[in-house]
């Protein structure tokens, strides 16, 4: 059974930095792009980062340009999101998605707060 289990999500003050975690079980991941998105209460579903399957071209949506790196070690299945120079507007719940087969993982809050 296909399954994406997102972890690494917490509370952090602004400008702190937290890493998220993608784990795939049940298929290899080496072949499919991959995407990060959020949503935060009261707002539509945003896609934040997409990655291709060997790594090599990243793009990133202009809130999060330049603050975020997304990366993938097929090895492990498994992509990252790392969080940098965090702001209270980041708060929101974070997905991973392999957008070929629509799989969703079950999310992981992040929440930016002094």
């Known amino acids: 059974q296909a399954q994406l289990v997102e972890s690494g999500g917490g509370s952090v003050q602004p400008g702190g930095s937290l890493r998220l975690s993608c784990v795939a079980s049940g298929f290899s991941i080496s072949a499919d792009d991959m995407r990060w998105y959020r949503q935060a209460p009261g707002k539509e579903r945003e896609l934040v980062a997409h990655?291709?399957?060997?790594?090599?071209?990243?793009n990133y949506s202009d809130s999060v340009k330049g603050r975020f790196i997304v990366s993938r070690d097929n090895r492990k299945n498994t992509m990252y999101l790392q969080m940098s120079s965090l702001k209270p507007e980041d708060s929101a719940v974070y997905f991973c998605?392999?957008?070929?087969?629509?799989?969703w993982g079950q999310g992981t809050q992040v929440t930016v707060s002094s």
């Open positions: 990655i291709i399957s060997t790594g090599v071209r990243k």
């Open positions: 998605n392999i957008p070929l087969y629509d799989y």
